[in-house]
């Protein structure tokens, strides 16, 4: 399953203390997680790179936000050490944001800087603190990512020169661009899964019509309440209006208030602003807590029939929850009538360099490689939008599944929010979603959302 370590969880979170902890990698063969040549994995690609690279004696430091997944990371890099001869120290942070700071400054940069956020690491290369990658990155994320331009565009900033060049390459990507259901209430009921927009909003009343509530829906996360709401709306513009309209609602370019976007809030209050369409009410939604919102789902009589929720959502399933029996999810669809493809909104991890060297170059081509991908398949909480790789080593079909929805993405775009400024994506974006949710009006909502941003500027 994705890890809840996304852009969106790290805004969930309280501030904490650094927690650091580093991490050396050597080991010796007879120690990898998986012997060199058994099983089907792309071996051919280990030992090509292997042939190609000799950093005997090298170091390699890598400084990220992973904690609780570091394990999962390690034992891929391992291999980068068995392959290439250098040793590589991996330090992981629940600050991240600030220390990565810190360090830079501080002249004591790391050698890969991995990124929660694309607008952080745009900070950091406007400043001069990242190297360009080199051309034939972006023709790798071309041809072999799914909806690979997208890929460049997340990854390219400008430069401290005003120029825009790629200086990320994502690896572990996060979905948010699902529903999640109980099958056997579907089943039950006799309800199919629906591939398009219109189907999901004829399911939405069909339930209606028989009796039942269809969505559980909750907005409530402490001093963060209102953020899931800002999910909705995001996948919402995706598949309302192009990619390039995204972009610009999200650099502010076109303004917060643009129609385009009060049809997009309005669009979420089709689900979210009917009493028969929540469980509890359209009243209940600013006030329920995100993570019991998907309980209802359980319950017998089930209290809804469907949640929508980024890809850690079993994390707040009733305990012993079995993804793929239990509960299971599907694509959040696009409009069949409006010819924008797939979309997929999610988050993930931009690796950057952020202190140049040949192992920091070598590492980055590594990323490159189908076996640096299935090596962290087959262990937890990846997803990839690699075309290379063989999905047969994901840990269970779950996984596997929210990867197909990446790897048939036809356009792929980060979490909106966490692009903006901070004072609106963590603040009037938030606060602006519950007072819709409390039956404020779009336009006037959209409205208060821009005058915070002019006053950022």
């Known amino acids: 399953m994705g890890s809840i370590t996304n852009g969106k969880a790290f805004k969930v979170s309280a501030l904490a203390a650094l927690v650091a902890l580093s991490i050396n990698t050597v080991q010796a063969q007879d120690e990898l997680l998986f012997p060199i040549g058994e099983g089907e994995f792309n071996w051919e690609s280990y030992n090509s790179f292997a042939e190609g690279n000799d950093l005997s004696g090298q170091e390699l430091t890598v400084f990220g936000p992973w904690l609780s997944d570091q394990e999962f990371f390690v034992n891929m890099s391992a291999y980068f050490e068995a392959a290439t001869g250098a040793t590589v120290s991996y330090t992981g942070s629940d600050s991240f944001e600030q220390q990565i700071l810190i360090d830079v400054t501080a002249g004591s940069a790391p050698n890969i800087a991995v990124f929660p956020q694309p607008g952080l690491a745009a900070n950091f290369a406007s400043q001069g603190f990242l190297a360009p990658l080199p051309d034939s990155t972006e023709e790798f994320l071309l041809e072999s990512y799914a909806a690979g331009q997208s890929w460049v565009d997340l990854g390219s900033m400008a430069g401290e020169d005003g120029e825009d060049a790629l200086y990320g ?93 009060v049809a997009a809030i309005e669009e979420f209050g089709y689900f979210a602003g009917n009493d028969d369409f929540v469980a509890g009410g359209a009243g209940a ?63 993930g991890t931009l690796f950057t360099i952020t202190n140049d060297s040949e192992a920091s170059q070598v590492f980055m081509e590594w990323l490159q490689t189908p076996i640096a991908h299935e090596l962290y398949m087959a262990q937890s909480s990846f997803l990839t939008p690699h075309k290379g790789v063989n999905t047969e080593l994901f840990g269970d079909k779950a996984t596997a599944q929210m990867n197909d929805i990446l790897l048939n993405a036809t356009t792929f775009r980060f979490d909106a929010s966490d692009l903006m400024p901070g004072g609106v994506g963590a603040g009037s974006f938030w606060t602006g979603m519950v007072d819709y949710a409390g039956g404020a009006d779009a336009t006037d909502v959209a409205t208060e959302i821009q005058r915070s941003w002019d006053a950022l500027k």
Request: with cysteine; charged share 25%; net charge negative.
């Open 285 to 347: 939604v600013a006030t329920t807590d995100f993570r019991d919102s998907p309980k209802g789902l359980f319950d017998s009589p089930p209290q809804c029939y469907m949640h929508r929720q980024a890809s850690f959502a079993p994390a707040f399933f009733p305990e012993g929850t079995e993804v793929g029996a239990d509960a299971d999810f599907f694509y959040f669809p696009a409009y069949a009538d409006k010819d924008l493809g797939k979309p997929v909104l999610g988050a």
């Open 169 to 261: 390459f994502f690896y572990k990507v996060d979905l948010k661009s699902i529903v999640w259901y109980v099958p056997e209430t579907f089943e039950d009921a006799g309800y199919e899964i629906p591939e398009t927009m219109e189907e999901l909003k004829a399911l939405t009343e069909q339930i209606v019509a028989d009796g039942d509530t269809p969505w559980c829906i909750g907005l409530g996360s402490g001093g963060a309440t209102g953020w899931p709401a800002t999910d909705w709306v995001e996948d919402l513009m995706l598949r309302t209006q192009s990619p390039e309209v995204y972009d610009a609602w999200v650099s502010n370019e076109m303004s917060f208030d643009d129609p385009k976007v």
